[in-house]
């Protein structure tokens, strides 16, 4: 079974751009998850998609927006990027939303905002 | 809100040791789950462990092993023969009642030949 995939590996965009960043989870995964990791906040969340609805949102500003389609991929949208906005977005699937379910995370999407 | 906390940024160990990864967390729930994932130098992140709260028994997966004191909210984690592949980055995560995973800072873990 393929792993959970995210593209683009790599992107740089400059201040006051809008970015989207796409994730393909597992084959049969429901739920979707997405973090954000920099090296001064750590690993933050960011949202959680199951059946293409929003289950649980973090603590970040209106500028950061996501969305799941029916066959289960996700994207979040970044509006208007700070410099602050740099960071690894990680994208993590599981069977279902379930509180202790191991979620497979993928490679990441490193964002640069110059 | 619930917090995690890893005191030890760095460590390092040379292979065949015993190392352990400390992990304290805070919350006034009773029910929840404790995890320690690994991210490899640029690689993705895999679960190692995970404990369930209401669980006594410390959970073991072959060389890798928890120490899990709820009274005292701790959660540390023993990797035991280490090898050259166990060095990366370890992240102690909780979640509760919901999905959502609360990380600590992390620790990050070499092992020396």
């Known amino acids: 079974k393929a792993g959970v995939t995210q593209t683009p590996r790599y992107l740089i965009k400059t201040r006051g751009q809008q970015v989207t960043l796409s994730c393909s989870p597992i084959?049969?995964?429901?739920?979707v998850s997405w973090y954000q990791q920099t090296p001064g906040q750590g690993l933050q969340f960011l949202f959680e998609?199951?059946?293409?609805?929003?289950?649980n949102k973090g603590n970040f500003p209106g500028r950061f927006s996501g969305r799941q389609f029916s066959n289960s991929r996700s994207e979040m949208n970044v509006s208007t990027l700070e410099l602050g906005d740099s960071a690894l977005y990680l994208c993590a699937s599981s069977l279902v939303v379930l509180a202790g379910n191991e979620q497979f995370f993928g490679p990441g999407t490193r964002l640069t905002v110059l | 809100a619930q917090t995690v906390t890893q005191s030890q940024p760095e460590m390092s160990v040379q292979e065949a040791e015993t190392v352990t990864l400390s992990c304290t967390y805070d919350t006034s729930e009773n029910n929840y789950y404790l995890f320690w994932y690994k991210q490899p130098p640029s690689r993705q992140m895999i679960l190692v462990i995970r404990?369930?709260?209401?669980?006594?028994q410390n959970a073991t997966e072959n060389r890798f092993s928890v120490n899990f004191q709820k009274a005292a909210k701790s959660f540390s984690l023993k990797i035991s023969d280490s090898q050259l592949g166990d060095t990366a980055m370890y992240f102690c995560a909780f979640s509760q009642g919901a999905q959502k995973l609360v990380f600590g800072q992390g620790t990050r873990l070499t092992i020396n030949p």
């Open positions: 084959s049969g995964h429901r739920s």
């Open positions: 404990q369930e709260a209401y669980k006594q």
């Open positions: 998609y199951f059946s293409e609805t929003q289950r």
